[in-house]
């Protein structure tokens, strides 16, 4: 069972649509973190989010913690074929990390 | 950001046999993770490896299948032990630096 659950599982889009990409929990965590993985890479931290309500931008990127730190989302704007990857959520649980079943994302040109 | 140096990058090996994984950051850490990632899906973490003390395993994951090593703050490795083809997998060693996890390449390791 997955302490943090995202949706959508995948998702493919046209170059330029915007997207929500959801984490959410029944668990408090005292910070959460979005990744993105391209083949054969290691997992690139985009964003730490730590405090209830914080929002934080990123170019084109925006990313939400919830009030009661439980749930995160991350929202792209005009997407380009260069965000295509994985995108994963995490939350520091007990002095670890532990990470969602992550949303593979398409950006069709 | 931390980087993090792992190998070796893939490997094939045969059944029985063991692999060892070094990690190395280019700056001294207090905590590093491995994971394991199967292709296209998440993480999924195999020991928590501080400096100064044992390896922590979680659920599924045991200390002969998988010893880790910390011999100082910037390198550890990960073996696989008697492996069998269900280790097959990618190997990813991190360390938590900077408010987040830097990640290695990882290690893709075919067992036959």
């Known amino acids: 069972t997955q302490l943090l659950e995202q949706s959508p599982q995948f998702l493919s889009i046209q170059e330029g649509e915007n997207l929500t990409v959801y984490c959410n929990s029944s668990?408090?965590?005292?910070?959460l973190q979005w990744y993105r993985q391209e083949p054969g890479e290691g997992p690139v931290l985009l964003v730490t989010?730590?405090?209830?309500?914080e929002v934080k931008k990123l170019k084109r990127l925006t990313f939400q913690f919830g009030d009661a730190r439980k749930d995160s989302s991350l929202h792209i704007t005009a997407a380009q074929p260069g965000d295509t990857g994985l995108y994963l959520c995490?939350?520091?649980?007990?002095?670890?990390?532990?990470f969602g079943a992550g949303t593979r994302l398409t950006v069709k040109p | 950001s931390a980087v993090i140096s792992q190998k070796p990058s893939r490997d094939i090996c045969q059944r029985g046999t063991s692999l060892t994984i070094q990690c190395q950051v280019d700056?001294?850490?207090?905590?590093m993770f491995w994971y394991r990632q199967q292709p296209g899906q998440s993480l999924t973490l195999i020991a928590t490896?501080?400096?100064?003390?044992?390896?922590?395993?979680e659920s599924g994951f045991v200390i002969d299948k998988f010893p880790i090593s910390r011999p100082n703050l910037t390198f550890s490795t990960l073996t696989v032990s008697n492996m069998s083809p269900e280790d097959s997998s990618i190997y990813l060693c991190s360390a938590y630096t900077q408010g987040g996890l830097h990640f290695g390449n990882g290690t893709r390791l075919t067992v036959t």
């Open positions: 989010v730590v405090t209830g309500g």
């Open positions: 995490a939350g520091a649980w007990n002095n670890d990390m532990r």
């Open positions: 700056s001294q850490v207090t905590m």
């Open positions: 668990s408090v965590f005292s910070s």
């Open positions: 490896a501080n400096q100064g003390s044992e390896a922590t395993y």
